[in-house]
């Protein structure tokens, strides 16, 4: 049904998978998932000791220089420069950014009421509508982790937003990237998925690494919508980098939302 799809592509799955043992999977896969988990126990365990304002720079700056090892070690064969990519794919992997942050945005801009709304499901009425997890209200708002304007003062406001904004529009596109689109769709049809090529399709990996990165932001309904136009992109260029490209311009757009809205619960 979707051999269209991976037209051109010279790969057939395997009629019966092999399984690699655990310890040598983990090493054959750590460039993807060590950043990703190492960028996550910062902010979410060593910020419960130094607070969320110093947990994030070191994170920053941990996660920077793993991606920067991996890749000195060669081991990001699919982030390759590709001199003949056209300026046209450039181009789209810039719109699809920007359409892609807008329809995150604009709900939470124009219809807060409806996406804060709750829904009961199975007698559980603190369902809300457009958010899940680790997110409480507060005077009808959802509370955000990282107020700057609000918890800082002087140089240390703008030395921390330097930081947030390097973070998710340099780094996160990176490591998000590498696990989220690199990683698990080709993981799904196999173990050794390195020898799977960038942008084959199959409705499983799909829906699992949407899945994934759905469960991964608290604001599920956006990031099915967002996540689903850059799988498009992925599948239809076949190039990491391009995606990387509009993953990085939706995050500096939306910082610069964020920093003139005032609305720090999207970031």
Not at 78 to 89: A, F, G, I, Q, S
Not at 111 to 137: H, Q, R, W
Not at 193 to 215: D, E, H, N, W
Request: overall charge positive.
């Amino acid at each position: 049904m979707y051999k269209w799809i991976n037209k051109g592509l010279d790969y057939k799955p395997p009629k019966k998978r092999a399984i690699m043992p655990a310890g040598k999977l983990i090493s054959y896969s750590q460039q993807h998932w060590a950043p990703y988990m190492c960028h996550m126990l910062i902010i979410g365990v060593v910020a419960t000791i130094t607070g969320p304002y110093i947990a994030y720079p070191i994170a920053v700056v941990a996660t920077g220089a793993l991606l920067l090892w991996y890749w000195k070690k060669g081991k990001y064969p699919e982030l390759k420069t590709k001199r003949d990519v056209p300026v046209e794919d450039w181009l789209l992997a810039v719109l699809v950014g920007i359409v892609g942050i807008v329809l995150w945005i604009a709900p939470y801009h124009f219809f807060p009421d409806v996406m804060f709304a709750k829904i009961p499901i199975l007698g559980n009425e603190n369902i809300a509508l457009s958010f899940t997890y680790g997110t409480k209200v507060v005077d009808g708002v959802p509370e955000a982790t990282y107020m700057p304007f609000k918890d800082l003062a002087g140089h240390w406001r703008t030395i921390f937003i330097a930081f947030r904004i390097m973070g998710a529009a340099i780094l996160v596109p990176f490591w998000e990237e590498l696990l989220i689109r690199s990683a698990v769709p080709r993981f799904a049809e196999e173990d050794y998925y390195q020898r799977v090529p960038i942008g084959y399709f199959s409705k499983r990996g799909f829906l699992i690494a949407l899945a994934l990165y759905t469960m991964s932001h608290p604001w599920w309904l956006v990031a099915v919508i967002w996540g689903g136009l850059t799988f498009w992109l992925y599948y239809y260029k076949r190039n990491l980098q391009l995606v990387v490209a509009a993953h990085a311009v939706s995050n500096l757009l939306l910082a610069i939302y964020v920093l003139w809205s005032g609305n720090y619960y999207l970031w």
